[in-house]
């Protein structure tokens, strides 16, 4: 089973900064897209920032200039680097990521929507 675990969740203060992280593992081929989304109290969830398998990325209008994502292939990998954290920005943070993965059998693969198990980030003072 493909798994996501997210990393880097934290209490900040408004104007502060946080380092998201995104490790994938388990019988991956290869990896399309991966992105973070955020789900407020109360909210429904909503996409934060997407990158391809090359370097094109798509940010929310929200955090557009604020928030950078960028993706390791080798280490499997996708970050979130939030600066000017506002208290609007306190949510569950989730790592996605479309996924090829091996079956069992050794010859087949397949497709599959990865989600992690969120993260908490609130900006508060």
């Known amino acids: 089973q493909v798994q996501l675990v997210e990393s880097g969740g934290d209490l900040v203060q408004p104007g502060g900064s946080l380092r998201l992280s995104c490790s994938a593992s388990?019988?991956?081929?290869?990896?399309?897209?991966m992105g973070w989304y955020r789900q407020a109290p109360g909210k429904q969830r909503e996409l934060v920032a997407t990158?391809?398998?090359?370097?094109?990325?798509s940010y929310a209008d929200s955090v557009e200039g604020r928030f950078t994502i960028s993706r390791d292939n080798a280490e499997k990998a996708v970050y979130l680097q939030m600066n000017s954290l506002e208290p609007e920005d306190t949510a569950v943070y989730y790592c996605?990521?479309?996924?090829?993965?091996?079956?069992?059998?050794?010859?087949?693969?397949?497709?599959?929507?990865?989600w992690g198990q969120g993260t908490l980030v609130t900006v508060s003072s």
């Open positions: 990158v391809g398998r090359g370097v094109g990325t």
């Open positions: 996605n990521a479309g996924v090829w993965e091996a079956l069992p059998n050794g010859r087949d693969q397949t497709y599959r929507e990865v």
């Open positions: 388990g019988n991956i081929v290869s990896i399309n897209h």
